[in-house]
């Protein structure tokens, strides 16, 4: 029969088409989505439709593709896919994250639990049903909270609470956030600890439990109390952190507390006055097109190795990046810009010709209308550049 590697989950173009594009090079993919594909049928051999609030239907979907192909490989880019993918593999005997590992990475209680047995400096949390709990647990901790659903993804429902009296209304969104496509999340709401800092992302490569980090970027956070990405800049860790040994330290600490195997990752970083400390571990690549922007700043394809990971197929273990490159993404506004200025290598718009969704603090990612990518020769350049791209396209809050 002839190999295919199994890829769940789909997406927009705009965000997905450069990894399946570039795996398609390599590998004979076979899709599970929750709807026929469309943009996707150029580099795929085969798909089957799945539904996202059937824990079951992606095991059928790979049982009904091995009658028909050998499969080497499952992997996923989507968030909320993540345990359905590490136990599919696991039972296939493939390489993974592990679904033990994959659930925690899933569930932020469950990875809070993590860290703390295992020294991993992250922050105190509580996990709460109710208006009433919540108080108790931001009494027990102190002001300022965070207040974030335990399970969910984009930092949908995620703010920062200084009182009591904003407590209940960050509580009520919080439960009231969903995905749009019906996966399946945990239920309930955690506050934590607020940690003061700027935030990093770290995308790396795990292989045999080992984490390597290959790409560092810092990320531009849009009004707070919300934790809206606005944009991110890829560059090396020592321009972003004044302890980059620290960063590296913690990062693998947090791999080996959660027991992540096989799989390429995507760990949040806050860089507190005490230290960098944890906020979270995706067992999965960077989103909001993090890789694409790496590898304008000179980064390897960090979409084919993560299929190189899913399917164990040896490969030379990158440097990490050592360039500088960004990505700022466009909401709705009074005006229009159109960056057009040398160092813009992508300008890709959002609104598919319509009007863009009125733009929610909060849930800002819904109401892009586009973004555009920047090459720099250092940090500072960088977000210069990102902030007059930003300056022709100013979020309105509604």
């Not at 769940?8 to 390599?26: C, D, H, N, P, Q």
């Not at 590998?27 to 089957?48: F, K, N």
């Not at 799945?50 to 009904?64: E, H, K, L, M, R």
């Amino acid at each position: 029969m002839d190999p295919v590697l199994v890829i769940v989950g789909g997406g927009r173009a705009e965000y997905k088409r450069y990894i399946l594009e570039r795996i398609a090079r390599s590998y004979a993919i076979a899709l599970l989505t929750p709807q026929q594909p469309t943009w996707e049928r150029p580099y795929i051999v085969d798909h089957v439709t799945i539904d996202p609030a059937d824990s079951q239907s992606v095991q059928a979907a790979i049982t009904t593709l091995s009658d028909q192909y050998r499969i080497t490989g499952v992997l996923t880019h989507q968030e909320p896919c993540i345990s359905l993918v590490a136990q599919a593999a696991e039972a296939l005997g493939l390489p993974g994250c592990g679904s033990d590992a994959a659930r925690r990475c899933r569930d932020k209680y469950a990875a809070r639990q993590a860290f703390e047995a295992a020294g991993v400096p992250s922050a105190r949390y509580h996990v709460v049903h109710d208006t009433a709990e919540a108080v108790h647990a931001a009494t027990e901790i102190g002001f300022p909270v965070v207040v974030k659903p335990r399970g969910l993804t984009a930092s949908f429902g995620v703010c920062v609470v200084h009182d009591r009296a904003e407590l209940t209304e960050a509580v009520d969104r919080a439960l009231a956030n969903t995905f749009a496509e019906g996966w399946q999340f945990e239920p309930g709401v955690l506050v934590e600890e607020y940690l003061p800092g700027t935030e990093i992302s770290v995308d790396s490569v795990v292989l045999n439990g080992e984490a390597r980090p290959i790409v560092y970027a810092g990320k531009v956070l849009g009004p707070p109390p919300f934790f809206d990405e606005f944009g991110h800049v890829v560059a090396p860790v020592s321009d972003l952190a004044d302890e980059p040994e620290r960063v590296l330290g913690v990062v693998r600490a947090a791999h080996h507390a959660l027991g992540i195997q096989n799989s390429m990752t995507h760990t949040e970083i806050r860089l507190t006055p005490d230290g960098p400390r944890v906020v979270e571990v995706n067992g999965r690549l960077g989103g909001d097109l993090i890789p694409l922007v790496a590898q304008y700043a000179g980064g390897p394809d960090l979409a084919t190795i993560s299929a190189h990971v899913a399917t164990g197929t040896g490969f030379d273990v990158p440097n990490e990046v050592t360039g500088v490159a960004g990505i700022r993404f466009f909401y709705p506004s009074d005006g229009e810009g159109s960056p057009d200025s040398e160092w813009v290598r992508q300008h890709v718009s959002l609104a598919d010709g319509g009007a863009a969704a009125p733009a929610v603090a909060g849930r800002f990612y819904y109401s892009r209308t586009g973004f555009a990518i920047v090459e720099a020769a250092s940090r500072a350049e960088c977000l210069m550049r990102m902030t007059e791209l930003a300056n022709e396209c100013s979020p309105v809050v509604s």
